[in-house]
């Protein structure tokens, strides 16, 4: 049997926050095992940053599937699990300035 997929109710404020930041998100919400946002942000050479993001509410937890996707990818900082707007901007853009390197900059 086929479930419909749900959406957090976190899932529009955390979007909408991210786009406001400057990132381009991609939405995979109903693939089973995939994360539910592409996190996308060009260096300042043109180079990608990407970020994959689970949204979850405050207790919410990762299916099997999901921590397998995420024991792939947290090690490298492209996957982040996603509770609050604000704290989602925050962390990315962190991440995001740690991955420019100097020789980045045109």
Do not use: H
């Not at 939405?27 to 995939?34: F, L, Q, R, T």
Request: with cysteine; glycine share 6%.
């Amino acid at each position: 049997m086929r479930y419909r997929a749900r959406r957090d109710a976190n899932d529009g404020l955390i979007g909408q926050a991210l786009t406001a930041a400057g990132f381009v998100v991609l939405d995979y919400a109903s693939n089973g095992g995939v994360p539910d946002r592409l996190v996308v942000r060009d260096l300042p050479d043109g180079t990608p940053w990407i970020c994959w993001v689970e949204i979850k509410v405050e207790k919410g937890k990762l299916r099997p599937s999901q921590e397998r996707f995420a024991a792939i990818f947290e090690p490298r900082q492209e996957f982040y699990v996603a509770r609050d707007p604000e704290e989602t901007v925050r962390e990315l853009m962190e991440r995001y300035l740690a991955a420019i390197k100097p020789e980045q900059y045109r």
